[in-house]
């Protein structure tokens, strides 16, 4: 009886290598396809040791750059980056591991990432002040960034962005993303981390479609969820009153107070700060009302230009 139980596990034990061999091939051959028939639209940037996805179009000063959330990719700003494009350079990249972009160091936390970005600007050669724009838990690396680079900042553009002081739960599959991406399972399940390829905008569809899968992008994604709180540690040790425009933008659905009151405090950030509701968004402006972004971006950049009769945000907010 202890041999066949033996012989028995021996031969689940081999059943389950085989399996995740198979699985591993499988999430390999499949990635490799996806990215060979979809190249990046922009350039690879080496950094040091790995390269950064950098999508630039348009021309003028100051620059913008566009952050996006957990998750995303720069092809989740296919509504907003093409409308900036027509009055100056506006520049969509991928954090390490997502999108096209290499894998990159753990722990990926707010600090990291936005060193990682003023390498990659300064490697690119993008010169002059810039307008940096944060979604989500990107508004966590623009407002390192701009703690950290303060004379590299004209504006900062906060959209429905993370706080300091939010709820930061880790999700227990966090643990598990590592061995369920390099195994293939979370691409047969279909399961893809930011924004749906659906939601993305037609002319970028293809490109969030090609790299949705990548076991990389899964697991940075995981490594940023599981140092969250060690993100709101930094941002909130970074915190110091800005002089720059700071423009808060806030989805008006699906919020509850307490959000809102963080959403707020963001405005707190800069003596020239204000806040725009989006009234007809979620969390994801970007795409609910893209338009809304490219009008606060404008007046950033129009004010970072000199026009100082440009109200920020409309109507100020009260209490400000």
């Known amino acids: 009886m202890w041999r066949w139980t033996m012989r028995i596990l021996v031969g689940l034990c ?7 061999l198979a699985g591993a091939t499988y999430q390999s051959l499949a990635t490799r396809k996806d990215l060979a028939l979809t190249p990046p ?17 348009g021309a003028g000063t100051p620059a913008v ?18 409308e900036v494009a027509r009055f100056t350079r506006v520049c969509s990249y991928d954090g390490a591991g997502m999108g096209y ?30 307008v940096l724009v944060g979604a989500s838990s990107g508004g ?59 939601s993305v905008a037609p002319s970028a569809r293809q490109f969030a479609r090609a790299t949705s899968f990548r076991a990389a992008g899964y697991q940075a994604a995981a ?21 720059i425009p700071v423009v808060v933008i806030t989805g008006g659905r699906g919020a ?31 795409m609910d009302q893209p338009q809304v972004v490219v009008d606060a971006v404008r007046t950033v950049v129009q004010t970072a230009r000199g026009r100082n009769d440009v109200p920020l945000c409309g109507t100020p907010v009260a209490g400000r």
């Open 41 to 57: 639209p922009g350039q690879l940037v080496d950094i040091g040791g790995h390269r950064l996805h950098l999508w630039c179009t």
């Open 256 to 286: 509850d107070a307490a959000w809102r009151d963080l959403q707020r405090d963001q405005v707190t950030l800069s003596e020239r700060g204000c806040q725009i509701i989006a009234q007809q968004s979620g969390h994801v402006v970007a």
């Open 223 to 243: 490594d940023e969820i599981i140092h969250i709180r060690e993100s709101a540690s930094e941002v909130r040790s970074s915190r110091r009153k800005l002089t």
């Open 65 to 82: 750059v566009l952050d996006t959330g957990l998750g995303g990719s720069s092809a989740e700003w296919g509504y907003v980056q093409p």
């Open 140 to 198: 966590f690396n623009v407002r390192v960034f701009a703690s950290d680079h303060p004379q590299r900042v004209a504006g900062l553009v906060l959209v429905d962005a993370s706080h300091e002081d939010q709820a930061h739960e880790v999700p227990r599959l966090a643990r598990f993303v590592r061995l369920l991406s390099t195994v293939g399972v979370l691409r047969m399940v279909g399961v893809s981390f930011g924004t749906r390829v659906e």
């Open 101 to 130: 972009s290499d894998p990159g160091p753990s722990p990926r936390t707010a600090r990291r990432i936005a060193s990682e970005l003023a390498t990659l600007i300064d490697r690119s050669g993008i010169d002059g002040r810039l």
């Open 14 to 20: 081999g059943l389950i290598v085989l399996a995740a």
